[in-house]
């Protein structure tokens, strides 16, 4: 008859942080990335691609001024800038989806 092996320890909760814990911190990173990292990987290849990000009669504008406009079309709801900013948390959304479907799928094939 199996038995399962003792554990030698706390409860896996009491030695660190819950599946859930680890959760929100796993998908409030990507959202952070979305907010934070990708105005600032946009300007960098906008900068190589295109030349010079222009701010009004500011030719010479940088990063941080993309970023603040960036924040006032999130602050607006502009579509476009939610979808970069929820980018990083929909892509590894889809990415854990099709890991699922791709654990199941050799199952039903073989069964």
């Known amino acids: 008859m199996p038995t399962t092996p003792p554990t030698d320890g706390p409860e896996p909760e009491a030695r660190g942080l819950t599946r859930t814990q680890r959760e929100l911190i796993v998908l409030g990173a990507a959202l952070g990335v979305g907010v934070l990292v990708m105005p600032l990987l946009i300007w960098l290849a906008g900068n190589r691609v295109l030349g010079g990000y222009l701010h009004g009669e500011n030719p010479g504008a940088g990063p941080w001024s993309l970023f603040a406009d960036y924040v006032v079309g999130l602050a607006h709801g502009s579509a476009v800038f939610w979808a970069v900013a929820l980018g990083p948390l ?6 854990r989806g099709f890991l699922a479907l791709w654990r199941v799928l050799p199952q039903t094939r073989g069964g």
């Open 90 to 95: 929909v892509l590894l959304l889809l990415v």
